[in-house]
């Protein structure tokens, strides 16, 4: 598998990363704070994660159908070890870098339960295709 393949197969993953790295890096300013719904940033990080997640693995589609269990197994670890760092990394992101945003645990917890999820529905959808 040379490199054209690999980035051909990572554009999904790569451009919904590219959406989530700017929707963090907008200032704090530009967002609504509702107050009546407790939470609902952290569903947004949830989905944007499950998303990411699932765009990852959506690009290796067709070798994660026709390969072994272990071949799945490592292209799952890998879209999760990425997610959570990427995750962890856009919170520190906000925390420093992104005026009138701050870097939360929970949100983190979110962003990698949305990735952990996002890995589970792929495999679910994609474990017995052919």
Same mark, same amino acid.
């Given at each position: 598998?040379?490199?054209?393949?690999?980035?051909?197969?990572?554009?999904?993953?790569?451009?919904?990363?590219?959406?989530?790295?700017?929707?963090?890096?907008?200032?704090?300013?530009?967002?609504?704070?509702?107050?009546?719904?407790?939470?609902?940033?952290?569903?947004?990080?949830?989905?944007?994660?499950?998303?990411?997640?699932?765009?990852?693995?959506? *690009?290796?589609? /067709?070798?994660?159908?026709?390969?072994? &269990?272990?071949?799945?197994?490592?292209?799952? +670890?890998?879209? =999760? $070890?990425?997610?959570?760092?990427?995750? *962890?990394?856009? /919170?520190?992101?906000?925390?420093?870098? &992104?005026?009138?945003?701050?870097?939360?645990? +929970?949100?983190? =917890? $979110?962003?990698?339960?949305?990735?952990?999820?996002?890995?589970?529905?792929?495999?679910?959808?994609?474990?017995?295709?052919?």
């Amino acid at each position: 598998m040379g490199l054209e393949k690999i980035t051909k197969n990572s554009y999904p993953g790569i451009l919904c990363g590219i959406i989530i790295l700017i929707l963090t890096g907008f200032p704090g300013s530009l967002f609504p704070h509702p107050k009546p719904i407790i939470g609902l940033d952290k569903v947004v990080h949830f989905l944007m994660y499950a998303c990411f997640a699932f765009a990852c693995l959506w *690009g290796y589609r /067709e070798p994660f159908v026709f390969n072994d &269990v272990a071949y799945k197994k490592k292209a799952m +670890l890998i879209t =999760l $070890a990425i997610g959570v760092a990427y995750g *962890g990394l856009t /919170e520190l992101m906000q925390n420093y870098l &992104v005026p009138q945003r701050t870097g939360d645990w +929970l949100d983190f =917890l $979110a962003d990698s339960l949305g990735v952990l999820v996002g890995i589970l529905v792929f495999y679910l959808f994609f474990r017995h295709k052919k």
